[in-house]
């Protein structure tokens, strides 16, 4: 995230104050109530607390927080529990925030709790998952589902020489955002890649502990294997230390959705050939900038222009979601030019 001068973060606080002026306050305010922007409080649930990914988005949503005069809180469950993801957006509904920001783990679960946020008032957002059925008022997408897996199967095809078995581990079985990208990836292997081969089905963990046994027993399984997909931030370690107990790198490939930091260690020892996804610091601040659209009620145009951004951030009515862009692959070359 590029750091604003301080003129242009001046100016652009005048600008919201001025939009202020005009707009509808908050809507998960005391009513008739009229509060200013510092009143405004935002708050994300993610699907994970504790890793390098959600760190990153923090520090984008942090940015924006002080850019835009809001606050900003984030939470999420300790460990991937969709049970426990819910409990965390309740009780932020029952605290009264203006906007509310989540990451779903199980789009079905949430959706009761995200009805509950709306009928208290509170604006709603989803962000780097989706629940496209619940009355969530925006999606913010880090990219297109199709994009992400076209890319990281052309990743795993450069690295594995476009041939051979590869295997995918993924998260959990009901995260609807997961199943896209390997639903996308896998049809641009049978596309492009017609002699590459999906062997084990797809594999799901939980943890890295868990990913780890899974890629273990997929090698063992399936001992010409040449490549893997790691599919959440947290299954990239576990598969990433399995290939290296194994003894196997630079025998198997291996590509994911990890964070530079997360896939850092395999990426310079070689175990992982590259990782992908996306400037998640920016995510985390088009994620407050869209709680603030919503917030104020400010509407939201086919393209926009958002502060730090070298290009206008593209909404899409149909399906109201605001696209963050194309992903990115990372690799051992660049990764540690990003802090995420």
Known sequence: MKKHSTAWAALVAAALVLTACSETPGTGSEPGAAPSDDDLRFAMVTQLEGIPYFAGFKAGADSAAADLGVSYTQTGPSKVDSGEQVRVLDNLVSQGYDAIALSPLDPTSINNSISSARE???????????????????????????????????????????????????????????????????????????????????????????????????????????????????????????????????????????????????????????????????????????????ATETSVEAENDVPGFDEPVSYDEATSTLLLGDPQVFTKDDYADYDF
Do not use: C
């Not at 990239?236 to 964070?259: E, K």
């Open 120 to 294: 208290a008032g509170i604006a709603v957002a989803t962000s780097d998952a989706d629940a496209p059925d619940s009355e969530r008022q925006m999606f913010v997408s880090q990219a297109t589902d199709e994009a992400l897996g076209a890319t990281v199967m052309d990743a795993l095809a450069d690295g594995m020489g476009g041939e051979g078995q590869y295997a995918i581990v993924s998260g959990s079985a009901d995260t609807a955002t997961f199943n896209n990208w390997i639903d996308a990836a896998m049809a641009q292997q049978e596309a492009e890649y017609p002699d590459m081969e999906l062997v084990g089905g797809v594999r799901h963990a939980l943890d890295s502990a868990a990913a780890l046994s899974e890629a273990q027993n997929l090698m063992t399984a399936f001992p010409d294997l040449k490549g893997i997909i790691a599919v959440p931030s947290n299954a990239v370690p576990g598969v990433g230390q399995a290939v290296t107990n194994a003894g196997r790198i630079g025998d198997i490939a291996v590509t994911g959705f990890g964070s530079p930091a997360t896939a850092g260690p395999f990426l310079e020892s070689g175990a992982m050939t590259s990782t992908v996804l996306w400037d998640v610091t920016k995510l985390g601040y088009l994620t407050v900038w869209a709680l603030y659209q919503l």
